[in-house]
């Protein structure tokens, strides 16, 4: 099970008192990406507030997609959990619900060493046969992993097979495109970055930006896989001010008030995380007004 | 409640097999703080490994240390959750249980805005009417305050009444006694930076150092407020390498081995965390060997 | 007069006890790199060690060149002189030797604000009616560019007309391109970041890699554009080791002891600049080896 | 030859159109330090525009200087030319006018490994038999050295004796005197930084602050030395916005508008630099109004 093409990360709906998860609206969102033609879906990322869910939220969400989805396209369930012993149960949970892949990532209080990261990675590898995405992504989970100590997890630990590299340095892609001679998939988590690192050999594109833009990040993905480099950059560049903006405002808050502009309510993130005041509110219309 | 003079953070001791805490040894940790004439406690901060425990576990760890300290000295207890919900919670219940001050940091997945700060901090203030200590430490929260927000949070929120500054930026506690004209009282929370903190006026200096090193930093404290700056200086330079040593090599990790080497056996930290590997551990005991 | 292909940087060579400028020489790197195709060549940047040259040196160099190459292809000529009055007296001397365009940089002692860079550039664009090519590179000049304020110069200073990015990052370009319709043309100063820069639209290349391994830059840059992108990753990532490997090593001593490598010898670069140690040396051979 | 206490920085006057120097107006700054009550006189450091003054303006300069303290106070004479031979000549110059020490810095274009800049130092300490003070200034000079590498400086290179520290990062000020068992001599070169590098084991302070506010940063020298800590805070706090200020508005341009502001009318900086702007007048006439 690689993952290739558009990896579609839903957000997490919840009730308007912001209490609990929206399972119904979960299904709708689910339903937008599957419309935008999107490869695999990736429930739990950074844009499905994962961090901000109680274990039973956390696993509702899980359980829901995998049946939501039943088989049209592979799932990927997100573990970021603080402590080894919560990320084996979550991967495990994974598992039992019949989800494709673990997407895993070091999310931490602490600055982890390398001992430690392995170490972690081990644990849920020993867990579940599921194959395991290595994500990294310093800005969100303050741990960051070189390409080299990735690569090394890749070769060492038996279900971590591919690597989600969000740093947005480009750089980091041509390491692991060299170190494993073109061997290990790498995919893309940085939006606005897209263009690149699929020139640069990525096998997918983790984005939440179909959730508002349709297909577009899928006709980029085709036009760079089939040569078509003019029209790949002409697509990039009239997303890239909209990819660069939900990236910078935060993914869960930007794509939720975009759903809701398009008639799609499906509450406000959770706090301390608070919907897009009024500015961005309009500079998101009009982006959207632009590119839909 | 203005706290003054040394903090002192106790580690959280484990059973053996990791899955729950031990509080019959936490008990033994706060008494070698009160030997080493520490002047508060503070529990459940970074060395407490407060990230890591259950809501349960969390709060009999905050009960057990009010209950233990019994009023002897005033009790801190830190609240780092990732949700505003969440850290009303368990802000609500140190007050509950008669906890004087509660140390507050904005702990997150995603990069928050001075506005959800803000927010967050305002919520907690509302829920108790415990003082706040305003914690910046980014390389654990994922958050950097400025001093310029963290004074406006001590101006517009009730309970905000100073600040723990662990960037180890010097030029931060300037700016907050230049701005608030020495009035907002700020604690140093990087350890190997002990020495300019209480020069540039730090009314406290937070540190789990005491579970090792005695009164040492309680000593450093006093000859910096009385003046006598060489003995001060030969006192920091004594503790230097060791509390440099703690910070690198994880406050947790770092302070039960050592614990263990003087033969308070407290476990090891909780996974993803390692215990120091054996050539850190030497390290540590050598240094032990010369400070005590 | 806009340039666009591969402008190519030849060294500057000297003689055996590194007190003197060796022209003859330089004609033959000259040779090597029109050889490699080349659509420019940019003599005394920082390949050609411009900042190590004394102001009759300087003189030299850009006189030889501007002959040598007498019209075959366009002439660049770096300026980065420390004072403003320097810099316009060296931009007078390359008009008056028939150079085609100014590659200026504000290389500083002093970090200068944006107001000293736009009046250094606009004293420079007044004392010639030379096109003049904005160079930004922070990590030797000392002073960084935003796109934005480079295109600000653009739009107010004559003969301000292009824009060679030099951070590696490749979100500055997307940024020159978006902020200016893809009007404003830059060009890729970062070699290790070639291809997603000929991706994203620059309209050139400026690198010293054809001294030593041909027209391989060339074939990369007109893969792109024809939109062959299997063909060009292929290309990127065979060049790649070597790219970056003349970038962390010093371009001048690199490129130097490739010459010597391939039977070239110029001189090693002006102290406190060294030889490559012989280490790197045979690092280099083996990758020429595999190249060539 | 150890230094100790003020180092002094004088300005490099101009005349009217900034083409040369005004021998003149430097002896009156001079005499303003010497008021200040300096300890010693840097000549052509960072303040005096070394970087921008052609080489017979330089040695003028430096001539100057030493005549004109004619042995009342040691005179440091600031070495940071790109070329390690024309590094040697400046040296060798400044031993021939009878100057004390050579501050020695390893200014580049390019990114210098260790190996260079050893060689560097090495060369210009065979050269003449000053003492040198290693200066580090990453900021200007754009190369950062370590504690390490500069201690292993001072033990293999024979006039390679003290040690001017200008990161701004106190840490490196713990790791000289820990490293050397305090007792290689290190000076703070970050104005803001005084208090705490003086509370450090500073022998001394680098700054260009007295040509402005007379012995306020001798008194609080002393304050420090005699362990009047509570007076050397107050002393610390009251310059401290002006000390920031002079370092970010650039210490040339403040300090020659601060000098005319007080009467000394020395001419502005040399361009690319520009004088203070209007605003920044206001600010800095305010903060002397205050102080002086």
């Known amino acids: 099970m690689n993952l290739s093409g558009i990896i579609g990360y839903p957000v997490t709906p919840f009730s308007h008192d912001n209490k609990s998860v929206d399972l119904n609206k979960l299904g709708k969102v689910i339903d937008v990406l599957l419309k935008a033609k999107v490869d695999a879906i990736a429930a739990l990322g950074s844009a499905g507030e994962a961090a901000y869910l109680s274990e039973s939220e956390w696993k509702q969400v899980a359980e829901y997609t995998v049946k939501y989805v039943d088989g049209r396209i592979p799932v990927v369930i997100g573990v970021a959990q603080l402590t080894t012993e919560q990320a084996v149960n979550y991967a495990k949970y994974a598992y039992e619900i019949g989800a494709d ?91 606005h970055m897209a263009l690149e690192a699929l020139n640069a050999g990525a096998s997918g594109w983790c984005t939440a930006a179909p959730c508002l833009i349709g297909d577009q990040p899928k006709q980029l993905f085709d036009a760079v896989k089939k040569g078509e480099s003019e029209k790949a950059k002409t697509l990039f560049y009239k997303q890239y001010e909209f990819l660069e903006f939900i990236v910078s405002s935060g993914l869960a808050a930007a794509v939720k008030s975009g759903l809701a502009l398009q008639g799609n309510e499906v509450g406000g993130p959770r706090k301390p995380l608070l919907p897009l005041n009024e500015s961005a509110k309009n500079r998101l219309k009009g982006m959207l007004a632009e590119l839909v």
Chains 1, 2, 3, 4 share one sequence.
Request: net charge negative; hydrophobic share 35%; with cysteine.
């Open 101 to 191: 892949v673990i997407m895993l990532s070091p999310f931490s209080y602490y600055k982890l060493n390398e001992q430690e990261i392995y170490s972690h990675y081990e644990s849920v590898s020993n867990s579940t046969p599921l194959p395991i995405m290595i994500y990294n992504n310093p800005s969100t989970c303050g741990v960051d992993m070189s390409p080299e100590f990735m690569l090394k997890m890749v070769d060492g630990i038996e279900n971590a097979t591919m690597i989600k590299e969000s740093t947005g340095d480009i750089q980091r892609m041509h390491k692991i495109y060299k170190l494993s001679k073109g061997k290990v998939p790498f995919l893309n988590g940085c939006n």
